[in-house]
């Protein structure tokens, strides 16, 4: 059984930061890639960031150079340090890992909202 929790959203005001980080708990689960999605009011859920288990790293357009994912593979946690958030950051942030079986599980979610 695979489980994800986020936490540190919360609300922070436009040009500011924030620490999101995820901790899974999955005894033996071989995690492949880890990752953070968002959704937005309205919107269809888009990926943020992933890490694979290298460290090797791919960001959405929309965020590269603001945001940066971390993972320790022996904790198994991620993290996503946002910088320079803008209002268009505002969402829903969900963690999700996938297995060495292409299964996919995700975290309840956490809210991230940036004040103009």
């Known amino acids: 059984q695979v489980q994800l ?14 620490r999101l980080s995820c901790a ?3 005894n033996r689960v071989t ?7 968002r959704q937005a009011p309205g919107k269809e859920r888009e990926l943020v960031a ?4 290298g460290g090797g790293t791919d960001y959405a357009d929309s965020v590269k150079g603001r945001f940066t994912i971390f993972r320790d ?25 996938r297995n060495d079986r292409g299964t996919n599980y995700w975290g ?9």
Request: with cysteine; glycine share 10%.
């Open 108 to 116: 309840k979610g956490t809210l991230v909202t940036v004040s103009s």
């Open 50 to 53: 992933t890490i694979n288990s």
């Open 73 to 97: 593979n022996v904790k198994n946690t991620v993290s996503l340090q946002m910088n320079r958030l803008e209002p268009e950051d505002t969402a829903v942030y969900y963690c999700s890992l």
């Open 24 to 26: 899974a708990s999955a």
């Open 5 to 18: 929790m986020e936490s540190g959203g919360g609300l922070v005001q436009a040009g500011g930061s924030l």
């Open 31 to 37: 995690i492949n890639l880890m990752s953070w999605y």
